[in-house]
């Protein structure tokens, strides 16, 4: 069955920061947190070395997330194109 994707709440990231700084193994932390090690990867990565801020990181999180939907959001003119490109098509 097909996993779905869920961005790291602020508790979690609370948990990572913890657990990484108890200098737990990412596969330790994963099971605790209730995620993929390879999503505990990336979120330390996302850090500064050595430092693991969960506060920072759910804010930064939360901008990006704000501005990737701005990129995708429709309007009038885009859905005229993509029409005509379709007709175009058939």
């Known amino acids: 069955m097909k996993q ?11 948990q990572i920061q913890v657990y990484y700084e108890t200098n737990n193994s990412y596969r330790v932390i994963a099971n605790a947190v209730g ?14 070395k050595g430092a693991c801020c969960a506060e920072t990181a759910h804010v930064d999180a939360r901008k990006n997330k704000t501005l990737a939907n701005k990129a995708t959001k429709r309007n009038d003119h885009l859905l005229r194109i993509i029409r005509q490109l379709l007709k175009r098509k058939l």
């Open 35 to 48: 995620c993929h090690k390879s999503t505990v990867n990336r979120e330390l990565l996302r850090c500064p």
């Open 4 to 14: 779905t994707y869920q961005q790291l709440t602020e508790k979690q990231r609370d």
